[in-house]
């Protein structure tokens, strides 16, 4: 389902005629490159790691932005445009000069969509575990002689490869706090908040403690909300669930923050930046290396979602509130779900409520039981098979959920609304086999 919905939405009759760009699939290639195997495509199903095809799919239901998201006819049509500028000069040193240039409006637009050009310098990244690196390094050289203890949620929260990507950037310790209780509760705010100080506390002074405020986790969470006295902060937004005026405060106070245009905003994975604040910034020459188009050219078609939530202003909060309504009615209909908490869905700026929904799987042999993440990947992929792509399986302690995620393309009206068509196929993947037929 997924290759052949990629396949009608371009029109074309074989994998082998995806190549958008001239014979030679140059445009493909790369927007697919520069990058890391999360974005190498399978042989046989013509989908990245994160079931995605690599072109337009229209006719798949996506809520899966809190993971990955199959680029957008229009996004897909401005990097195309984009990468033709470039593989159309007529040298090497012309075609290097006019992706320097993209680049340089990509970060110009960027800093203006978040209305911060005054505060902070964009450094644009494969992706946000590598901004992430970035940032960490970037901290770590303003004072090379103290080692940093990096302070962040767990990884089930971040990602796989966030501890360790942290820990590469400057050569760190670091130190995981749970977000959730056993039963996969949130922790109350005041706990998290406890937390972390206490592992500030608990580097003992053995150089530079960092806490990795998250703003917006896995399954939405935001943890610390009040960092504790004394430590550094990087900001982690990379899910995009962040309002402009947000990161202009937290840039005021010389915090870095991530962002990607990969998540909420829908853009193909991945892309990542680091909106490092002015007065602390680096020296030119202690910036990382030019961008590579991959990175340029994905960030060019997250773009196109970014103005059109830009264009919606207040209305966003009425948008999301709706929509977030239906999700938690249709998954409470469904009774082989179990909903998991997260933010809250009413009250504060639309960045403070739920637009990421998780939900559990009773376990069919035994009700009372829920599915663990790694049980709930069979029905994730065969979701995907059925059209409908999920943010995938996370852990949330003894057993696992699944995303309901709405994106920038729900919000701005640029997707069709799929979610009766989600409930139905939700509801019959989960339903219990006939006695006879187990």
Known sequence: ???????????????????????????????????????????????????????????????????????????????????????????????????AAQAETVR?????????????????CPSGTDALQVATALLA??????????????????????????????????????????????????????????????????????????YGSKTGLIAPTEPP??????????????????????LRRGWPVVITGSKFFGGPAFSGAVFYPRDRAPAPGGRPAACAPG?????????????????????MQDVL??????????????????QVAGLPEEGGAWDERASIFTFAVRDPDDPRRLLTAAALRPLYQRLARAGVLLGQPVGLGAFGGLRVAIGAREVAGSAPDDLPRLFDVLAEATAPAPAGAR
């Open 295 to 315: 990175v340029v050219l994905r960030w060019v078609a997250a773009l196109d979602a970014m103005q059109r939530v830009a264009r919606l202003g207040a209305a």
């Open 141 to 214: 050289a303003e004072r090379p002689e103290l080692p940093i203890t990096a302070i962040l949620p767990g990884a089930t929260e971040t990602g796989s490869g966030v501890p360790a990507a942290v820990a590469a950037g400057a050569d760190s310790a670091t130190v995981e706090v749970r977000l959730r209780d056993a039963a996969g509760a949130p922790l109350p705010p005041a706990v998290l908040n406890a937390a972390f100080a206490e592992a500030v506390r608990g580097s003992g002074g053995r150089g530079r403690p960092v806490v990795f405020l998250t």
């Open 1 to 99: 389902m997924l290759k052949e919905a990629a396949i009608a939405a371009r029109g074309r009759g074989s994998v082998a005629e995806w190549p958008a760009h001239g014979e030679d699939g140059t445009f493909l290639a790369a927007l697919l490159g520069d990058g890391d195997d999360r974005l190498a495509l399978d042989p046989d199903s013509g989908v990245s790691k994160y079931l995605c095809p690599p072109v337009p799919a229209p006719h798949l239901l996506c809520a899966s932005s809190c993971t990955a998201s199959p680029v957008s006819v229009e996004g897909f049509a401005a990097a195309e445009l984009v990468w033709r500028e470039i593989g159309g000069a007529a040298s090497p040193a012309l075609r290097r000069e006019r992706l």
């Open 108 to 124: 110009a637009r960027l800093l203006g969509h978040f209305g911060i050009a005054s505060l902070a310098e964009a450094i644009l």
């Open 229 to 250: 006295p004394g430590a550094e902060v990087i900001v982690d937004a990379c899910q995009g669930r962040i309002l402009p005026a947000r990161v202009a405060a937290f």
């Open 321 to 338: 509130a709706e929509r977030g309504r239906t999700i938690r009615r249709g998954l409470a209909d469904i009774p082989a779900l179990h």
